[in-house]
């Protein structure tokens, strides 16, 4: 079984991308692949320590390099009027005042900008540069910060510990996970460009282009409608462009100092220190069940670190309300600052961490109970109602994920004694777990340009960060009009098209289906309208009755009523229609909790003699609502799984407790998986639209696939070898010693 | 990254003498490159000898010789290679990506610096990047330390794979000096320990170039393994690698090859080890008593512990494949 069902002939063929051919073709423009007339190059220098303050700075070697145009630092820097002040800087929600403090939070934060006419220059001059510091003792070690900062409740509590404070079976154990880097393919990258005083046009590695102009408009005091941002290909993201960082910040910093466009891309050992990480996290999970397996109570604690300048907390125990019906619910949370740049969300945020505890905890409470774990969570599961609130889901498929999955990996097979399955020196084992993400949806709007031979843009500010956005509206849109595929070409983040919210939180596809369907009916009126000039038929068609096709529309009632395209242009006198609608949640979303959701299963080998693991078999059935395009949606899935493994095996950022710097912050010294780490990944979705998300029935993707994966391989591991481990990643160290 | 001048050569004795001081060689690139744009690498200039040095294996009377521009994919493809020492192209498969080794020579394989993560942070104290400046793996991070033959001032180890092969097969090292001298260096003289310099990795005299590797004619091409520990399966360098080969007279070895990398300061060979294994039955038992002697002779730093029970682990698990693969 592969990715996709081939047996299955009446499934087709699955689409390509919108956007294949221009991204293998290199005739995609990325951030920093635009050519600006007159740019110029802006390069960091990074603080060699990571707590303390810059004394001196010594610039006269850098300043006699060849073409250097200006070097900023916090002492000659042009003001910025959104780092004026404390208070200021706060509304901004930037976090660090670039160049506006002599303070060192972390190593490598920028200490100093070059521009240069070239990047060579920029970077020879930028690595010349001496500065002096008065150094504080920097504190970077999660694990050795965290006992003393004390938890605080996060939400209300439900029911009371006291309640099940006699439970006869009870789990209680520590979880800890490793800080993670997202370091997309892309690096972030900004171009930016002042055509008048008040006035910017910027290229920008960025999840949303709103978000930037919202940001840049805050910081420099501007309209946000003079900034006009282009984002139009995106080299992935997994939540580290859903900010604004020092790098679009500095363009625009230094091509106000130099008068020219600058082009600032990260360095990749940059990307580690500058673009946010997922925090390294510990948790307690104390879970309580009576003889039968039925859950009667979860408390569950979560720490994870942040910087000493920013504060940012993951939603460790959100998903703890979500998955399972558990009458008594306490969580408590805080974060622990470190001298480490600010981390962010990444993939599955907050949940992908606190799923790893709780998901663990049952597998755990399974063994005690010799009760197989796919059963135990089908008695626990909360199907019909959120938890939380007690509203209905609008659907909620996980028994069904949970089901299939089984069935798929043939979990028969697994033996409920741990380490009975054995090959030679090869150890192996089975384990599930779940992931659940609030299915959400956003407002946005969308445009459509229609021209006479029937080719029609369909255009909206949101980005493509590689998820098949585009594709997805080329879907929809066919879909919603009955235009062939071929006729319907895709215009995607750039900010002067209509507007619509950032690509995260697996709110994209959910959001924009609206704003397609909407703007499809606002064309499918148009013409009708049109139409009627022709033929009186159409007088009071409704969107739903018009069906377009390459060369005219005609009528669903009666489809004899053909009007052509040419003659709609002729009659009207026309040069091209253009239509824009917007869309968004509405009362739907008081009535009903909305969840997708997905169960992982994995089968892997352990060698008892290197601890190596190796996963064998990766399954994973989500439940998406409808499946607008297997092939991205699959695609979309299996890109988490390889994350997942990543974030179980052997995805770790460390820093060195006395110098700060991260160990090995490069793409050889991190280790995330490879091909060769995963096997063919198996995807299956459970296809049923949800009724009342949003038109389309579709439930975003992007998020749910990586939550439970990284579980599911340390039960499985635990089933290989009868070894519990907590600590991820899980290292053939841990296995071993 | 530094300015720098650039010139190709075009003969070994034209390269020797245009070579000045701060001026280094270039053949594949993949490591003085990277060097270069991390600032731990400054030369004035280059000369490129990519058109200077042998790209072909030759067989010669009672060895094979592989030019010092054999690139690492063209090495581990070799039919005379897979024939002869198919344990060279296992440990060169093992080895960075398909890229790099498409660009990567022979030669500058054996020149590789190390990967500890401390010599690529040039912000950080570090003897072999500066010498005197201090050894910040020895109090830090040392997943990817030594576990033999360090010292305080340096516990690096040497990163190649395919080192290690050519350690346990007893290559040498052919180099034609500033003089234009030819020399032949054992293999086990050509890498060296940190001792009190620990910014030099080899024993190549100043100035000379590298022109060719001999691997000795041996019975070595039955029964090999090489078993790479790695923290991921594709582009990782190895906690600890294993070259094993065997020798064998039925059940019983005759001679057995032995060498590590990600142990030591260079290509590390197990003699104790091999000179265990002669005559003995090849069993799991007596796999199990050589690996620990080897777990005898190693002192792990208290960052990397494990690596003692890996490299047990790793070399039971490469004589055991030397039967079976």
């Known amino acids: 079984m592969g990715l996709f069902n081939t047996k299955n002939k009446a499934a087709g063929k699955p689409d390509g991308r919108v956007e294949g051919i221009a991204k293998v073709t290199g005739a995609g423009k990325y951030a920093a692949e635009y050519k600006v007339d007159n740019m110029c190059h802006a390069v960091f220098a990074g603080s060699t320590i990571a707590a303390g303050t810059i004394k001196s700075i010594y610039l006269d070697n850098a300043k006699q390099v060849e073409g250097v145009l200006d070097i900023i630092t916090h002492l000659n820097k042009p003001a910025v009027p959104g780092f004026a002040s404390e208070t200021k800087l706060k509304e901004t929600r930037f976090g660090l005042p670039l160049f506006h403090t002599d303070k060192v939070y972390f190593r490598n934060q920028p200490v100093a900008m070059v521009v240069a006419d070239t990047l060579e220059n920029a970077t020879y001059a930028a690595s010349l540069i001496e500065f002096t510091y008065q150094e504080d003792t920097p504190t970077v070690d999660f694990k050795k910060a965290h006992p003393s900062v004390p938890l605080k409740m996060q939400g209300k509590e439900r029911g009371s510990l006291d309640a099940w404070s006699n439970a006869p079976q009870v789990v209680d154990q520590q979880y800890d996970i490793a800080a993670e880097v997202h370091n ?110 039925k859950f009667l109570g979860i408390h569950h604690q979560g720490k994870n670190g942040t910087s000493v300048f920013e504060p940012f907390q993951e939603g460790i125990t959100s998903i703890t309300r979500m998955v399972y019906n558990f009458d008594n619910l306490k969580a408590e949370q805080s974060i622990v600052p470190l001298n480490l740049g600010t981390p962010t969300w990444m993939r599955g945020p907050g949940d992908c961490t606190g799923a790893f505890a709780v998901e663990c905890a049952i597998d755990e409470l399974s063994y005690q109970l010799n009760m197989d774990p796919v059963a135990l969570r089908l008695k626990n599961f909360a199907i019909t109602h959120d938890p939380e ?61 229609m021209e006479k031979d029937g080719t029609m843009t369909v255009k909206t500010a949101m980005t493509d960060i590689g998820t098949g956005t585009g594709t997805a509206m080329q879907n929809m849109t066919h879909t919603f009009t009955g235009m062939p595929k071929d006729k319907i070409k895709i215009a995607l983040g750039h900010s002067t098209l209509p507007t619509a919210g950032s690509q995260g939180g697996s709110t994209g596809l959910s959001s924009i289906s609206g704003a397609v369907s909407a703007v499809c009916d606002a064309l499918k009126k148009q013409l009708a309208d049109y139409a009627a000039a022709i033929n009186p038929a159409y007088k009071d068609a409704k969107p739903a009755d018009v069906l377009l096709s390459a060369t005219g529309v005609s009528l669903k009632t009666d489809k004899n009523e053909f009007v052509s395209l040419a003659d709609i242009w002729q009659k009207n006198n026309l040069t091209d229609i253009s239509v824009k609608a917007s869309s968004g949640p509405g009362a739907e979303r008081q009535q009903y909790a909305f969840c997708c959701s997905t169960a992982h299963f994995v089968k892997v080998r352990v060698n008892t003699k290197t601890g190596k693991v190796k996963v064998e078999r990766a399954i994973c059935v989500a439940d998406g609502g409808t499946i607008v395009n297997e092939k991205p949606a699959a695609n979309q899935i299996s890109g988490a799984i390889v994350g997942g493994i990543g974030m179980a095996l052997m995805e770790e950022i460390h820093a060195d407790e006395k110098l700060g710097n991260l160990v090995g912050n490069d793409l050889a010294g991190y280790h995330f998986a490879v091909n060769a780490d995963a096997p063919i990944i198996e995807v299956a979705f459970i296809n049923k639209p949800d009724p009342y998300v949003n038109p389309s029935g579709a439930k975003g993707l992007g998020e749910v696939g990586i939550i439970g994966c990284a579980p599911a391989i340390a039960n499985a591991i635990y089933n290989a070898t009868g070894k519990r481990l907590r600590d991820l990643p899980i290292t053939p160290d841990k296995v071993l010693v | 990254m530094k300015p720098f001048s650039f010139s190709k050569s075009d003969k070994v004795s034209k390269a020797l003498s245009a070579k000045k001081e701060a001026v280094q060689f270039l053949a594949g690139g993949t490591n003085l490159v990277d060097l270069m744009k991390k600032n731990i690498a400054v030369p004035d200039g280059l000369i490129d000898i990519t058109a200077v040095l042998s790209d072909k294996v030759e067989a010669q009377s009672g060895s094979t010789r592989i030019g010092a521009m054999v690139r690492n994919s063209a090495l581990a493809t070799d039919p005379q290679i897979l024939a002869k ?159 094993a080969a065997l020798d064998l007279d039925g059940t019983r070895i005759k001679e057995a090859r032995l060498a590590s990398g990600g142990v030591a300061h260079k290509p590390w060979r197990w003699q104790k080890a091999e000179q265990y294994l002669k005559g003995k039955e090849a069993n799991a038992a007596t796999f199990h008593a050589a690996a620990a002697i080897v777990a005898d002779e190693v002192k792990p730093l208290p960052g990397n512990g494990f690596k003692k029970v890996m490299l047990m682990g790793a070399i039971e698990t490469a004589l055991q494949h030397c039967l079976t693969a």
């Open chain 1, 184 to 293: 997309p393919m892309e690096m972030h990258a900004t171009i930016a460009h002042w055509t008048a005083d008040d006035k910017l046009v910027l290229y920008d590695k960025t999840q949303g282009v709103v978000n930037v102009q919202r940001t840049i408009a805050k910081i420099f005091e501007i309209p946000q409608e003079n900034i006009e941002v282009f984002s139009e290909f995106v080299g992935g993201g997994f939540g580290s462009g859903l900010r604004v960082w020092t790098n679009g910040v500095g363009a625009v910093m230094a091509a106000k100092a130099v008068k020219r466009p600058v082009k600032l891309m990260l360095t990749r050992s940059q990307m580690f220190s500058l673009t946010g990480y997922r925090p390294a996290a510990w948790q307690r999970v104390k879970l309580g069940a009576d003889n039968d397996g």
């Open chain 1, 389 to 449: 609130n007690k509203k209905p889901y609008s659907s909620n498929f996980i028994d069904e994920c949970i089901t299939k999955g089984a069935e798929m990996i043939d979990w028969k097979q697994r033996k409920q004694q741990p380490g009975a399955l054995t090959e030679g020196d090869w150890k192996i084992g089975y384990g599930v777990a779940v992931g659940m993400w609030g299915a959400g949806r956003g407002n946005a709007s969308a445009g459509i340009t």
């Open chain 2, 85 to 243: 020492n198919p344990l060279v192209a296992k440990a060169v498969l093992a080895g960075a990506s398909p890229q790099i080794r498409n660009m990567a020579s022979t030669a500058g394989n054996l020149l590789q610096r190390t990967r500890c993560p401390y010599f690529y942070e040039t912000s950080t104290p570090c003897n072999k990047r500066k010498p005197g400046s201090g050894c910040s793996a020895l109090h830090g991070e040392q997943r990817m330390s030594a576990i033999i033959g360090y010292n305080d001032a340096c516990v690096a180890v040497h990163p190649s794979d395919l080192c290690i092969a050519l350690a346990a097969l007893g290559a040498s090292v052919n180099v034609t000096d500033k003089g234009n001298k030819q020399l032949v260096i054992p293999f086990k003289d050509f890498h060296k320990l940190p001792e009190s310099t620990p910014d030099l990795d080899n024993h190549l005299p100043k100035d000379a170039i590298i022109t060719s590797v001999d691997i000795p004619d041996n019975p070595f091409n039955k029964h090999f393994a090489y078993v790479k520990l790695r923290d991921r399966d594709s582009y990782a360098f190895a906690l600890v690698s294993v070259a």
